[in-house]
């Protein structure tokens, strides 16, 4: 997660005492109205209720990595950089790993569902699912993402690059001490149907 490298409340508290109540609110006003994250943490924090945040970056996520695909954009690394932005809003601990086992999980469908893809592809949810475990381990939240992550291993069995292998370790390390894994520890998930590609018809030349 990013790191905070400097303590912005130290610069802004000298001017706190010089605005009106009225200048502080036309403020925040400006801020919600001008900017996304600003209104996403806004919303946050004077709702409580995250759900909306949630469900907003996940389909985000989920968008940026089908266009990787489908359409060569640089999806990947602005998936991963909505993950970083969700963070800043400092999100409960159960919506940051939800968003985090999310983007994994987003990966493995597209693989799952695209074919074999770029090594890069596969590289990025490695780390990313080692980060969630690593964050949840944190937060002592194993136990209750114990079946989720789990899933994720079974579901990138027949995955190329060593995948398997890499997602299974490390289960293991967070789950099993880093033990020798029994796979899988929970009933082997139904196949997914894959979609069909349409080949292009050939052209005269």
Same mark, same amino acid.
């Given at each position: 997660?990013?790191k905070?490298?400097?303590?912005s409340?130290s610069?802004?508290?000298?001017f706190?005492?010089?605005l009106?109540?009225?200048?502080?609110?036309?403020?925040?006003?400006?801020?919600y109205?001008k900017?996304?994250?600003?209104r996403?943490f806004?919303?946050?924090r004077?709702t409580?209720?995250?759900d909306?945040l949630v469900?907003?970056?996940?389909?985000?996520i989920? &968008?940026? =990595?089908? @266009?990787?695909?489908e359409?060569?954009t640089n999806g990947l690394?602005?998936a +991963?950089e909505?993950?970083?932005?969700f963070?800043?809003?400092n999100?409960?601990?159960?919506?940051?790993a939800?968003?985090?086992?999310?983007?994994?999980e987003s990966?493995?469908?597209?693989?799952g569902?695209?074919g074999d893809?770029y090594?890069?592809?596969y590289e990025e949810a490695?780390n990313?699912?080692?980060?969630a475990?690593?964050?949840i381990k944190?937060? &002592?939240l =194993?136990d @209750?993402?114990?079946?989720?992550a789990n899933?994720i291993?079974?579901d990138? +069995?027949?995955f190329g690059?060593?995948?398997?292998?890499?997602l299974?370790?490390m289960?293991s390390?967070?789950?099993?001490?880093g033990k020798?894994?029994?796979?899988p520890?929970v009933?082997?998930p139904v196949?997914v149907?894959k979609?069909?590609?349409?080949?292009?018809?050939?052209?005269?030349?």
């Open positions: 997660m990013p905070k490298t400097h303590d409340n610069q802004l508290t000298p706190f005492p010089s009106s109540r009225e200048a502080l609110e036309n403020l925040l006003k400006d801020l109205e900017f996304d994250n600003a996403n806004i919303d946050l004077m409580g209720d995250s909306p469900k907003k970056y996940k389909k985000l989920k &968008n940026r =990595l089908v @266009e990787d695909i359409e060569g690394v602005e +991963i909505a993950v970083r932005e963070a800043l809003f999100p409960a601990p159960r919506d940051q939800d968003i985090m086992l999310f983007f994994v990966a493995v469908f597209c693989i569902d695209f893809l090594y890069e592809f490695e990313m699912f080692e980060e475990l690593k964050f944190s937060h &002592n =194993l @209750e993402y114990r079946e989720r899933r291993v079974l990138s +069995i027949d690059y060593g995948f398997y292998d890499s299974g370790d289960f390390m967070y789950y099993h001490e020798s894994r029994k796979m520890v009933k082997k196949a149907k979609i069909k590609k349409v080949k292009p018809k050939k052209t005269g030349s």
